[in-house]
């Protein structure tokens, strides 16, 4: 894997957050981490730029998470936003902005991994184009 394709994990939850670093850099990603929307907003906005974005919907913020989603897509609209929740939750994230898929949080991370590598694919080719 291309070490240049950053992953941004947007989660609430420290040890999910590590978890997915310690997974995700095990696939060859770098990965940035954020557990608050002002740590998400400021490293979008400094000189990490994400190719990806994994976004729990809990995350602590100021903003409802359709105003985040909003906001982070106005900011990065070419950045794919997977929603990382427990589908259970009743919002319909399917159809705000940015939002590439969303995906029921499970202690194995495979289908997140496939997402993410059917997700980098696409965004890869689009950026040699």
């Known amino acids: ?4 394709i950053k992953i941004l994990i947007a989660e609430r939850n420290r040890n999910v957050r590590n978890l997915l670093q310690r997974e995700l850099f095990e696939e060859g990603y770098q990965v940035i981490l954020a557990g608050e929307d002002r ?19 809990d995350l602590p913020s100021s903003l409802s ?14 950045l794919p936003i997977v929603i990382y929740t427990f589908l ?11 939002v590439a898929t969303c995906l ?7 289908s997140l991994k496939k997402v993410i590598t059917e997700l980098v694919g ?8």
């Open 39 to 57: 740590e998400l907003l400021r490293l979008l906005h400094d000189e990490h730029t994400a190719d990806l974005l994994i976004l729990d919907p």
């Open 1 to 4: 894997m291309d070490k240049e």
């Open 88 to 98: 259970h939750d009743g919002l319909n994230y399917w159809n705000m902005p940015g």
């Open 65 to 78: 998470i359709s105003e985040l989603i909003t906001l982070l897509h106005g900011s990065k609209p070419g």
């Open 122 to 129: 696409r965004t890869h080719l689009k950026r040699l184009s």
């Open 104 to 110: 029921e949080k499970e202690e194995d991370i495979t």
